[in-house]
């Protein structure tokens, strides 16, 4: 049967900003979905809120509203573009949740739209936690026994009737946020209380913890004939306690007999169809690992984090056969575009094995609980393939980009056997180095399994890297160790030190006897059938699989790795544009990149696609293989750029902006005197390497100061210094890893930072706009909120700042993209920062100013000039419309996390807000972002001393606009003295009535809190901004956002009151 | 200590040399189940074949007796990627290599079962060589050529029947090589199950003793076998008790009502083939194990209709017997390994039965 005849016009909902829990995998199901739509002939209409992804692009939907994905603006767009139908499962939970409440309320009905794929009643089932058992019943298949519950004191009571510990889940919720585990009855009335308050049905689920158990979860597609494949199932090797996104996960399943694995499988067909799912669907186990006895643990009706992975793991496009199924097809209609031959009614086998590793944020987040729960942290994840579970978790663990290339950590080396055993209890991030770091000292398997549960056959695999470490220590090495070791997954870096030689010996002893990576293919079916998917993994054994000839020119795109805070999607909607472009003139594109959740690893978009770690390597073995004539670097994020040097060492030719020439932006020295040269103007500052130096130096400038390490990203470790002790903390920080290059001091300037995207061909520039944050300089670029175009800058500075980008870009040689970062202070222009590569504000940038950045980039990397493009140089025309760029946090996930902007980056993703209005803009921004934007209500304001005078405005505003202020003393009386009303509020060490008690009471519409000095989370403001992230009550921890915040409500403006915008009209 | 698969094309795969330490020559096939290395080395129907599992990993899980599909394992040889140093389940008794040992099954591990594959997939099924010695290659070559491997079910046969089970409903299994999950199926079904030989005569089976006849799978070329196939035929012609074939039993009731067989070019071992139900639509997953098929165009429309098709390549999975109670398979409804979504024929072949 065919497609759905009646289907002609479809919105799509897109996953909103990234959050932890929901990244780009659902930008992967979205573009998938787009694609297979239009292709369908059917008009797409998509609404998403995040500007940072490809699904956005002009040429994915007829019509494209980057608007909030609110209930409100949802209905405003029905109503405007009269859609047949909605496609809900594709935007993970957020696009769920809004077409549930959509068809809830009857507004579907009334206005006569289809769901498509799953039925609402299905979807019910499934989310619902009292449907869902009661299903489960039904069918007679297990759960763990649970007990929905509306109350605390009903929680209580059920906890004490199954005993502790149990688990709680609130209902309706992304990643599990605010569930945990609960040992006693202080934690349990602690975490079922803000449950209970972070669910949108206000429904906890209190359930008998079975940690331990092995997690399974199979991947199912059913259709509306009712036939079930299941696509891959996928192991943990972290048992349950750990939420699967933040658990290392192996596929297929490898502890399994047939016998569970069928049984498991029967179940998962069993409940997806009793729930009558149409399209694809995930379904969780828990399976004692003692016996038969296993329990339902959750099932999702729509794609995920999961349903990505097992699309990269396998091949199986499964977002694009779920949308084919959502608009009538059946699976047997539908082709495996794998294999060309068969149909996507099979079920993919594989012959490797697929390790995923979760990419947490930690190293952001220093005094955050690096602790795992049902809880997930994760910002990303790295996926690797290879033959054998040893190989493949080599291969994850250098992707992630930590510095580690191996299962060893410098910082264990030095704890007692003691303290290691101690260490095995911890379940953290770092659990499986402790486990290796065992098994070197010789703590044998059973003793690890019976310590931390994790099966036998992991630890086995672990204690098989760690005994070729010793080997290599001992043994000389010969062809067969070096052979094995490779087998391994060990990098030639590592092995190298492990026999105390040197890199380049041991690749060179490696070449000599044909010890060479060859590339296999992800084929779906494990060889059975010729397959011509140019999807590819390396592995050391004989034969290359990769077709290497061609009669085009070959160019080498290098991905971003895993999404992280300061690299996230932007980057990928970067490389996959450049491929694109880069396909349209001609060329062999080949994408390498190791995140399973991204548009770029999907194979339909290079010409060849390896799933491959980042490292110089990895990377050197493709070279080999491929000989490609030239790189592009410049859009694939630092990742992307650290590799440069090695490329050109490989003999790569860099296409666009020279290795040097990069260096020249990222080295200091090298910069100060580019920007001299050019006469531009930058705070003042030095390098340094000791703390004595730098203190020194700080004085020489005087505070406050900058203190940052040269080459990071999303100013990681950056703080600003007030006095010669911060200097000392800042400074040591730092130095915990060892830097290979200095640390910098400047002058830290107060004023206005503005930014800038600009394309140079070597002669003449194109800048899309002039981008300008709200906060000012201090608060990290990607946390601030950014506006285009300016809104407060005159003309003379545009002027200067235009001229700058030319004579910088210019003096640096730039061939492509660049990014600066300026500063406005006393009147005067200075650049603070070069970032001679694609940014994080090019996709929004892109989008606002109908401008194809990339693809223009693109084109002068290879060679055109601007002057014969027809989008002229200079600053291209300003657009009529405003855009709001707002920053998003996931600071709810992450427990114990200071909230308090500063100069190291901490957002995970961001929204956009477009009108022609600036208020409105900014309006759509702040709702967007899940602000509950409050016309009035009671205020909490306490701020540092230094902020008082400036805050007095900003409160009389308030003041103004109605709300009730509350203050602590000082501040209170200072208010009082300056004519505008706040009532006193006691200091947390005051005792009774105090602040948190305000907080806590739920009465606050939104607190101001300058962060003082320091982090030290004993202080005051961290637990108010902690208690306020708990509450879920906005915490604005800069002045200048909460001015924005009253552009936005100054006007009195409604959500109801805006116009979406159609992005394409622009 | 090496080891060697020679093939009759002269390619050759070097391993480490597992199990038992003989040379053998077999029909190198391949399997792609990611799980249930056991069930697929003990099922009869690999009698004469070598078997090489694309899945990489072999032997985690360790195994257990219970999950045996007969009481030995029938393949000639094993070859793998790589065999589990340390195996992990609950219910594991044994080391694999212990059991390849004990059974005196030799095998290759640390072999590129990828390239072996393909090679099969590209050549199409062939003989080779498991040995340790191959500094003669022409001459073995020659033996590969040279030898002949027929009339497997007489091997895999059981000489005396049986019975197993107290149910209420009796049925008579005809064991060309039967898997233990074929009977197993039958007994959770409240049955009772008579095996019989190979050999039996038809007569035997229509006693009025039992209510239904189950064809069983088995091993090598159906033509082979051509007695059970006159057996098969007066079956057809005389019984009046529905009759389920699976497998080789499936192409036996076809060769026995005069349609033909011919051998694919690489057969189907694998859990994963998608199999169309024509009368509702559904496509249902099953497990396989086969090297030839009912050519479509050999059936008479008079005698069957086929009712169930593969949506990979088209072939024969299924065929209705029209105006008897007949209904064959090719692929494997008691699983083991795979999935178990077809094993509801088993229901609607005893719900005709014991109508």
């Given at each position: 049967?065919?497609?759905?005849?009646?289907?002609?016009?479809?919105?799509?909902?897109?996953?909103?900003?990234?959050?932890?829990?929901?990244?780009?995998?659902?930008?992967?199901?979205?573009?998938?979905?787009?694609?297979?739509?239009?292709?369908?002939?059917?008009?797409?209409?998509?609404?998403?809120?995040?500007?940072?992804?490809?699904?956005?692009?002009?040429?994915?939907?007829?019509?494209?509203?980057?608007?909030?994905?609110?209930?409100?603006?949802?209905?405003?767009?029905?109503?405007?573009?009269?859609?047949?139908?909605?496609?809900?499962?594709?935007?993970?939970?957020?696009?769920?949740?809004?077409?549930?409440?959509?068809?809830?309320?009857?507004?579907?009905?009334?206005?006569?739209?289809?769901?498509?794929?799953?039925?609402?009643?299905?979807?019910?089932?499934?989310?619902?936690?009292?449907?869902?058992?009661?299903?489960?019943?039904?069918?007679?298949?297990?759960?763990?026994?649970?007990?929905?519950?509306?109350?605390?004191?009903?929680?209580?009571?059920?906890?004490?009737?199954?005993?502790?510990?149990?688990?709680?889940?609130?209902?309706?919720?992304?990643?599990?946020?605010?569930?945990?585990?609960?040992?006693?009855?202080?934690?349990?009335?602690?975490?079922?209380?803000?449950?209970?308050?972070?669910?949108?049905?206000?429904?906890?689920?209190?359930?008998?913890?079975?940690?331990?158990?092995?997690?399974?979860?199979?991947?199912?597609?059913?259709?509306?004939?009712?036939?079930?494949?299941?696509?891959?199932?996928?192991?943990?090797?972290?048992?349950?306690?750990?939420?699967?996104?933040?658990?290392?996960?192996?596929?297929?399943?490898?502890?399994?007999?047939?016998?569970?694995?069928?049984?498991?499988?029967?179940?998962?067909?069993?409940?997806?169809?009793?729930?009558?799912?149409?399209?694809?669907?995930?379904?969780?186990?828990?399976?004692?690992?003692?016996?038969?006895?296993?329990?339902?643990?959750?099932?999702?009706?729509?794609?995920?984090?999961?349903?990505?992975?097992?699309?990269?793991?396998?091949?199986?496009?499964?977002?694009?056969?779920?949308?084919?199924?959502?608009?009538?097809?059946?699976?047997?209609?539908?082709?495996?575009?794998?294999?060309?031959?068969?149909?996507?009614?099979?079920?993919?086998?594989?012959?490797?094995?697929?390790?995923?590793?979760?990419?947490?944020?930690?190293?952001?987040?220093?005094?955050?609980?690096?602790?795992?729960?049902?809880?997930?942290?994760?910002?990303?994840?790295?996926?690797?393939?290879?033959?054998?579970?040893?190989?493949?978790?080599?291969?994850?663990?250098?992707?992630?980009?930590?510095?580690?290339?191996?299962?060893?950590?410098?910082?264990?080396?030095?704890?007692?056997?003691?303290?290691?055993?101690?260490?095995?209890?911890?379940?953290?991030?770092?659990?499986?180095?402790?486990?290796?770091?065992?098994?070197?000292?010789?703590?044998?398997?059973?003793?690890?399994?019976?310590?931390?549960?994790?099966?036998?056959?992991?630890?086995?695999?672990?204690?098989?890297?760690?005994?070729?470490?010793?080997?290599?220590?001992?043994?000389?090495?010969?062809?067969?160790?070096?052979?094995?070791?490779?087998?391994?997954?060990?990098?030639?870096?590592?092995?190298?030190?492990?026999?105390?030689?040197?890199?380049?010996?041991?690749?060179?002893?490696?070449?000599?006897?044909?010890?060479?990576?060859?590339?296999?293919?992800?084929?779906?079916?494990?060889?059975?059938?010729?397959?011509?998917?140019?999807?590819?993994?390396?592995?050391?054994?004989?034969?290359?699989?990769?077709?290497?000839?061609?009669?085009?020119?070959?160019?080498?795109?290098?991905?971003?790795?895993?999404?992280?805070?300061?690299?996230?999607?932007?980057?990928?909607?970067?490389?996959?544009?450049?491929?694109?472009?880069?396909?349209?003139?001609?060329?062999?594109?080949?994408?390498?990149?190791?995140?399973?959740?991204?548009?770029?690893?999907?194979?339909?978009?290079?010409?060849?696609?390896?799933?491959?770690?980042?490292?110089?390597?990895?990377?050197?073995?493709?070279?080999?293989?491929?000989?490609?004539?030239?790189?592009?670097?410049?859009?694939?994020?630092?990742?992307?750029?650290?590799?440069?040097?090695?490329?050109?060492?490989?003999?790569?030719?860099?296409?666009?902006?020279?290795?040097?020439?990069?260096?020249?932006?990222?080295?200091?020295?090298?910069?100060?005197?580019?920007?001299?040269?050019?006469?531009?103007?930058?705070?003042?500052?030095?390098?340094?390497?000791?703390?004595?130096?730098?203190?020194?130096?700080?004085?020489?400038?005087?505070?406050?100061?900058?203190?940052?390490?040269?080459?990071?990203?999303?100013?990681?470790?950056?703080?600003?210094?007030?006095?010669?002790?911060?200097?000392?903390?800042?400074?040591?920080?730092?130095?915990?890893?060892?830097?290979?290059?200095?640390?910098?001091?400047?002058?830290?300037?107060?004023?206005?930072?503005?930014?800038?995207?600009?394309?140079?061909?070597?002669?003449?520039?194109?800048?899309?706009?002039?981008?300008?944050?709200?906060?000012?300089?201090?608060?990290?670029?990607?946390?601030?909120?950014?506006?285009?175009?300016?809104?407060?800058?005159?003309?003379?500075?545009?002027?200067?700042?235009?001229?700058?980008?030319?004579?910088?870009?210019?003096?640096?040689?730039?061939?492509?993209?660049?990014?600066?970062?300026?500063?406005?202070?006393?009147?005067?222009?200075?650049?603070?920062?070069?970032?001679?590569?694609?940014?994080?504000?090019?996709?929004?940038?892109?989008?606002?100013?109908?401008?194809?950045?990339?693809?223009?980039?693109?084109?002068?990397?290879?060679?055109?000039?601007?002057?014969?493009?027809?989008?002229?140089?200079?600053?291209?025309?300003?657009?009529?419309?405003?855009?709001?760029?707002?920053?998003?946090?996931?600071?709810?996930?992450?427990?114990?996390?200071?909230?308090?902007?500063?100069?190291?980056?901490?957002?995970?993703?961001?929204?956009?807000?477009?009108?022609?209005?600036?208020?409105?803009?900014?309006?759509?921004?702040?709702?967007?972002?899940?602000?509950?934007?409050?016309?009035?209500?009671?205020?909490?304001?306490?701020?540092?001393?230094?902020?008082?005078?400036?805050?007095?405005?900003?409160?009389?505003?308030?003041?103004?606009?109605?709300?009730?202020?509350?203050?602590?003393?000082?501040?209170?009386?200072?208010?009082?003295?300056?004519?505008?009303?706040?009532?006193?509020?006691?200091?947390?060490?005051?005792?009774?009535?105090?602040?948190?008690?305000?907080?806590?009471?739920?009465?606050?519409?939104?607190?101001?809190?300058?962060?003082?000095?320091?982090?030290?989370?004993?202080?005051?403001?961290?637990?108010?901004?902690?208690?306020?992230?708990?509450?879920?009550?906005?915490?604005?921890?800069?002045?200048?956002?909460?001015?924005?915040?009253?552009?936005?409500?100054?006007?009195?403006?409604?959500?109801?009151?805006?116009?979406?915008?159609?992005?394409?009209?622009? | 200590?090496?080891?060697?698969?020679?093939?009759?094309?002269?390619?050759?795969?070097?391993?480490?040399?597992?199990?038992?330490?003989?040379?053998?020559?077999?029909?190198?096939?391949?399997?792609?189940?990611?799980?249930?290395?056991?069930?697929?080395?003990?099922?009869?129907?690999?009698?004469?074949?070598?078997?090489?599992?694309?899945?990489?990993?072999?032997?985690?899980?360790?195994?257990?007796?219970?999950?045996?599909?007969?009481?030995?394992?029938?393949?000639?040889?094993?070859?793998?990627?790589?065999?589990?140093?340390?195996?992990?389940?609950?219910?594991?008794?044994?080391?694999?290599?212990?059991?390849?040992?004990?059974?005196?099954?030799?095998?290759?591990?640390?072999?590129?079962?990828?390239?072996?594959?393909?090679?099969?997939?590209?050549?199409?099924?062939?003989?080779?060589?498991?040995?340790?010695?191959?500094?003669?290659?022409?001459?073995?070559?020659?033996?590969?050529?040279?030898?002949?491997?027929?009339?497997?079910?007489?091997?895999?046969?059981?000489?005396?029947k049986?019975t197993?089970g107290?149910g209420k409903t009796k049925i008579a299994l005809f064991d060309?090589?039967?898997?233990?999950?074929i009977?197993?199926s039958l007994?959770?079904r409240d049955c009772e199950v008579t095996v019989f030989?190979?050999?039996t005569s038809y007569q035997e089976f229509l006693t009025g003793e039992f209510s239904g006849i189950v064809l069983s799978?088995?091993?090598?070329?159906?033509?082979?076998?051509?007695?059970a196939?006159?057996n098969i035929k007066k079956l057809y012609e005389e019984a009046r008790i529905p009759i389920l074939g699976i497998?080789?039993g499936h192409?036996l009731m076809?060769?026995a009502t005069?349609?033909?067989?011919?051998?694919?070019?690489?057969?189907?071992?694998?859990?994963?083939?998608?199999?169309?139900?024509?009368?509702?639509?559904?496509?249902?997953?099953?497990?396989?194990?086969?090297?030839?098929?009912?050519?479509?165009?050999?059936?008479?429309?008079?005698?069957a209709?086929?009712?169930?098709?593969?949506?990979?390549?088209?072939?024969?999975?299924?065929l209705r017997y029209i105006g008897h109670d007949i209904i064959t398979v090719?692929?494997?409804?008691?699983?083991?390994?795979?999935?178990?979504?077809?094993?509801?024929l088993f229901d609607e072949f005893l719900e005709k039965v014991r109508k």
């Amino acid at each position: 049967m065919p497609r759905n005849p009646g289907i002609k016009k479809v919105l799509v909902i897109g996953s909103g900003p990234i959050v932890i829990g929901q990244a780009a995998e659902f930008d992967y199901a979205g573009t998938q979905a787009c694609h297979e739509l239009k292709k369908e002939g059917i008009e797409v209409v998509l609404v998403n809120s995040n500007p940072a992804t490809i699904m956005t692009d002009k040429n994915m939907a007829d019509k494209i509203y980057i608007e909030p994905l609110t209930k409100k603006t949802v209905e405003k767009i029905l109503e405007m573009e009269k859609p047949d139908s909605i496609l809900p499962n594709l935007g993970g939970q957020t696009g769920l949740n809004i077409a549930m409440e959509l068809y809830e309320d009857g507004f579907l009905e009334s206005h006569g739209i289809k769901l498509l794929g799953t039925s609402p009643e299905g979807i019910k089932k499934a989310e619902d936690r009292q449907a869902f058992k009661d299903t489960m019943e039904e069918i007679g298949e297990p759960c763990v026994a649970s007990k929905v519950v509306n109350t605390y004191e009903d929680a209580e009571e059920f906890a004490k009737s199954i005993g502790l510990p149990v688990i709680v889940r609130p209902a309706y919720t992304l990643g599990g946020t605010g569930g945990g585990i609960c040992y006693t009855m202080e934690e349990l009335e602690e975490t079922a209380k803000s449950g209970l308050h972070l669910s949108r049905v206000h429904q906890v689920l209190i359930e008998k913890c079975i940690s331990g158990w092995k997690e399974i979860e199979y991947e199912v597609m059913r259709d509306k004939n009712g036939s079930c494949i299941t696509i891959c199932n996928m192991e943990n090797i972290d048992p349950v306690g750990v939420h699967t996104g933040d658990s290392i996960v192996v596929a297929p399943s490898q502890t399994l007999a047939d016998k569970e694995y069928q049984m498991l499988r029967t179940s998962a067909i069993k409940i997806i169809s009793a729930l009558k799912i149409e399209g694809g669907c995930n379904v969780q186990f828990a399976l004692n690992p003692n016996s038969f006895e296993y329990a339902v643990i959750e099932v999702n009706p729509r794609v995920s984090r999961s349903s990505a992975l097992a699309s990269k793991a396998t091949g199986y496009p499964i977002a694009k056969v779920s949308s084919k199924i959502a608009i009538g097809y059946t699976l047997d209609e539908i082709k495996n575009e794998v294999t060309g031959k068969t149909y996507a009614c099979f079920e993919p086998v594989l012959d490797y094995t697929i390790v995923k590793i979760p990419k947490w944020p930690f190293n952001k987040f220093l005094t955050a609980s690096r602790q795992l729960g049902t809880q997930m942290k994760a910002t990303g994840e790295v996926m690797a393939i290879a033959p054998s579970i040893e190989q493949a978790l080599m291969k994850a663990i250098r992707s992630l980009e930590e510095n580690v290339n191996s299962l060893e950590l410098e910082k264990l080396k030095g704890l007692t056997n003691e303290e290691i055993r101690e260490c095995l209890k911890q379940v953290d991030n770092e659990r499986i180095f402790v486990i290796a770091e065992a098994l070197r000292r010789g703590i044998n398997v059973d003793a690890i399994h019976e310590i931390t549960t994790i099966d036998k056959f992991f630890i086995n695999k672990i204690q098989r890297i760690v005994r070729i470490e010793k080997r290599l220590k001992t043994e000389e090495l010969t062809k067969e160790l070096l052979t094995t070791a490779k087998k391994m997954g060990y990098p030639d870096k590592v092995i190298a030190v492990l026999c105390g030689k040197t890199e380049n010996e041991i690749k060179n002893f490696r070449k000599e006897n044909r010890i060479i990576a060859n590339f296999k293919m992800v084929d779906t079916c494990a060889a059975e059938f010729d397959a011509t998917t140019p999807y590819y993994y390396s592995s050391y054994d004989e034969e290359n699989e990769a077709d290497t000839k061609t009669d085009k020119k070959k160019i080498l795109v290098l991905g971003s790795g895993p999404i992280r805070i300061g690299q996230g999607i932007e980057f990928d909607y970067c490389s996959v544009h450049c491929v694109w472009a880069l396909k349209e003139k001609g060329y062999e594109t080949i994408i390498v990149n190791n995140n399973p959740e991204t548009v770029s690893t999907d194979f339909d978009i290079a010409d060849k696609l390896y799933f491959e770690p980042l490292t110089a390597e990895d990377v050197e073995n493709i070279v080999d293989a491929e000989k490609p004539y030239g790189a592009i670097v410049q859009f694939g994020g630092q990742t992307a750029i650290k590799l440069t040097k090695a490329l050109t060492d490989m003999g790569v030719k860099i296409l666009g902006t020279a290795e040097v020439d990069m260096d020249r932006a990222e080295d200091r020295e090298l910069f100060d005197e580019a920007l001299e040269k050019c006469g531009i103007p930058r705070p003042k500052g030095e390098t340094v390497f000791t703390v004595d130096e730098g203190i020194k130096v700080a004085n020489e400038l005087k505070y406050p100061v900058l203190v940052r390490p040269s080459y990071v990203l999303g100013g990681q470790g950056m703080a600003i210094a007030y006095n010669d002790n911060e200097v000392r903390d800042f400074i040591n920080e730092i130095n915990k890893t060892e830097q290979e290059h200095p640390i910098l001091v400047d002058k830290y300037m107060l004023g206005k930072e503005l930014e800038v995207d600009a394309i140079f061909d070597g002669e003449d520039v194109l800048i899309p706009g002039i981008m300008e944050h709200l906060e000012r300089a201090g608060i990290h670029s990607g946390d601030s909120i950014s506006v285009y175009p300016t809104q407060h800058i005159n003309i003379e500075n545009q002027k200067t700042i235009i001229e700058y980008t030319k004579r910088i870009a210019k003096e640096l040689n730039i061939i492509g993209v660049l990014n600066i970062q300026f500063i406005i202070n006393r009147g005067n222009v200075y650049i603070i920062e070069v970032n001679p590569r694609s940014s994080r504000t090019v996709p929004y940038i892109s989008k606002v100013t109908n401008l194809p950045v990339i693809d223009i980039a693109t084109h002068v990397i290879l060679g055109e000039k601007l002057k014969d493009m027809p989008y002229g140089t200079g600053v291209y025309k300003q657009s009529e419309y405003i855009a709001v760029k707002m920053p998003i946090f996931s600071f709810e996930k992450i427990k114990n996390a200071d909230t308090s902007l500063g100069p190291e980056m901490k957002s995970t993703g961001e929204v956009l807000g477009v009108s022609k209005v600036f208020s409105e803009a900014i309006l759509k921004a702040f709702i967007a972002s899940g602000v509950n934007i409050p016309y009035k209500g009671n205020v909490l304001i306490t701020v540092r001393d230094k902020d008082k005078i400036e805050m007095l405005p900003l409160a009389q505003k308030l003041d103004n606009l109605g709300f009730h202020i509350y203050a602590t003393s000082g501040t209170a009386a200072f208010l009082n003295d300056n004519g505008v009303e706040a009532e006193v509020v006691q200091k947390i060490w005051e005792g009774e009535n105090s602040i948190l008690e305000l907080i806590g009471s739920g009465k606050l519409s939104f607190i101001i809190n300058t962060p003082t000095k320091g982090k030290h989370e004993s202080r005051d403001g961290f637990k108010i901004r902690r208690l306020a992230v708990e509450s879920k009550i906005p915490c604005f921890t800069a002045l200048d956002t909460v001015e924005a915040l009253y552009e936005a409500l100054e006007k009195g403006t409604k959500e109801e009151d805006l116009t979406p915008v159609d992005i394409g009209m622009i | 200590m090496k080891g060697y698969l020679v093939l009759e094309n002269g390619s050759i795969y070097e391993g480490e040399r597992i199990g038992a330490n003989k040379d053998v020559i077999c029909e190198v096939v391949f399997n792609t189940s990611m799980t249930g290395y056991l069930e697929i080395f003990t099922d009869p129907s690999y009698a004469g074949q070598g078997v090489t599992m694309t899945y990489p990993l072999i032997g985690n899980y360790g195994l257990t007796r219970e999950d045996q599909e007969s009481k030995k394992p029938w393949v000639e040889a094993v070859f793998v990627h790589e065999i589990a140093e340390m195996e992990s389940n609950f219910r594991s008794k044994m080391h694999i290599l212990d059991f390849l040992k004990e059974y005196d099954v030799p095998g290759l591990e640390g072999m590129n079962t990828r390239k072996l594959t393909k090679e099969l997939r590209n050549a199409g099924t062939m003989k080779g060589k498991l040995t340790s010695d191959i500094s003669n290659i022409d001459e073995i070559i020659q033996e590969i050529k040279d030898f002949t491997i027929s009339h497997l079910v007489e091997s895999v046969s059981g000489e005396e029947k049986y019975t197993c089970g107290d149910g209420k409903t009796k049925i008579a299994l005809f064991d060309f090589g039967a898997k233990q999950n074929i009977i197993n199926s039958l007994l959770e079904r409240d049955c009772e199950v008579t095996v019989f030989p190979q050999d039996t005569s038809y007569q035997e089976f229509l006693t009025g003793e039992f209510s239904g006849i189950v064809l069983s799978n088995g091993p090598g070329n159906p033509e082979d076998c051509e007695v059970a196939i006159q057996n098969i035929k007066k079956l057809y012609e005389e019984a009046r008790i529905p009759i389920l074939g699976i497998c080789l039993g499936h192409q036996l009731m076809g060769l026995a009502t005069g349609a033909k067989t011919y051998k694919l070019k690489y057969g189907h071992r694998g859990p994963n083939h998608p199999v169309k139900d024509l009368a509702t639509g559904r496509v249902c997953i099953t497990s396989q194990n086969h090297g030839y098929a009912i050519d479509d165009t050999s059936i008479n429309p008079d005698i069957a209709e086929v009712s169930h098709i593969n949506i990979n390549d088209g072939t024969v999975e299924g065929l209705r017997y029209i105006g008897h109670d007949i209904i064959t398979v090719q692929y494997h409804p008691e699983a083991c390994p795979g999935p178990e979504d077809s094993s509801y024929l088993f229901d609607e072949f005893l719900e005709k039965v014991r109508k």
